[in-house]
């Protein structure tokens, strides 16, 4: 059977990390809120720990929103830098022409 040719990969997606990590941790905080008042019935047929599985999940969130805030600073740092460093044998300006003199200071 013959080979398949490889294709390049595929850029990564871009993704909003930070608003999905909120939207989960809220959620994990709501879930908590909704169990509280429940919390003797949950206890008496054997599920007390899912109120604090669930506030669990939220503090956790709070740790990965602090994870995903970073990681987006840092790489729009890093494409800021990248941005301003210029291209590898790419010059600004040209400073000497071949007769080793600065077309700015050339007189005709």
């Not at 908590?32 to 008496?44: I, R």
């Not at 599920?47 to 709070?62: D, F």
Request: hydrophobic share 40%; glycine share 12%; proline share 10%.
């Amino acid at each position: 059977m013959p080979k398949t040719p490889l294709h390049p990969s595929p850029p990564p997606l871009e993704a909003n990390d930070v608003a999905i990590v909120g939207g989960g941790t809220v959620l994990w905080f709501v879930a908590f809120l909704a169990l509280l008042p429940f919390q003797g019935t949950l206890s008496a047929h054997g599920h007390g720990t899912w109120p604090w599985i669930c506030l669990s999940g939220g503090l956790l969130g709070l740790i990965g929103l602090w994870y995903c805030r970073a990681r987006r600073d840092a790489i729009a740092r890093g494409r800021a830098a990248e941005a301003a460093e210029p291209a590898p044998g790419h010059t600004a300006e040209r400073t000497t022409e071949g007769n080793g003199q600065n077309p700015a200071t050339r007189s005709d």
